[in-house]
């Protein structure tokens, strides 16, 4: 009797998971990163009879290729100058980041005063703010180095088209 009930646990508990696997759940614990979890939805997107067009990630891309395509060579060169420079440039929130670390070492003693003075759980909140904005800014940086690259390829595909076109 246990037996037919553990088996029909498992079974149950199995088709659970199947379940959520085919929602497409199973990429939000994935470890494999932003473009795997693209690719699903995609993947998600065709299987459900959709069309990929319509998903939001490419109609953006759209919108900004249809604008690059309206202006002439000179300036999408500037602009793409003005790209590469941005994406070189982004490199202030690594500096912030590893600056701050030698700040508070230069004064450490001062800090270490402040923070631990009284039995005072300040140096608690102090380190909870101090990870949560090297996260975001980590984030931040990454981010716009991204779109800084989205932009330059776009830029590079249409003056590429423009030159096979002459």
């Not at 246990?2 to 696997?21: E, G, T």
Request: glycine share 6%; hydrophobic share 45%; proline share 1%.
């Amino acid at each position: 009797m246990r037996s037919a009930k553990k088996k029909s646990f498992q079974a149950n508990v199995s088709m659970q998971v199947c379940h959520i696997k085919s929602m497409g759940v199973d990429n939000l614990f994935s470890l494999r990163g932003d473009a795997w979890k693209f690719y699903q939805k995609l993947r998600r997107t065709e299987r459900n009879g959709d069309s990929v067009k319509q998903l939001n990630e490419i109609k953006e891309i759209e919108e900004i290729q249809s604008f690059y395509v309206t202006l002439d060579d000179d300036t999408l060169h500037n602009i793409r100058y003005r790209m590469l420079k941005e994406k070189e440039g982004s490199g202030m929130i690594p500096i912030f980041v590893t600056s701050i670390p030698w700040l508070l070492f230069i004064f450490s003693k001062q800090l270490q005063q402040l923070l631990f003075e009284g039995g005072t759980y300040l140096w608690l909140v102090f380190i909870f703010i101090y990870v949560t904005v090297l996260f975001f800014s980590v984030i931040i940086h990454f981010r716009e180095n991204a779109w800084a690259n989205v932009h330059i390829e776009l830029i590079g595909d249409v003056l590429k088209r423009r030159g096979d076109q002459k």
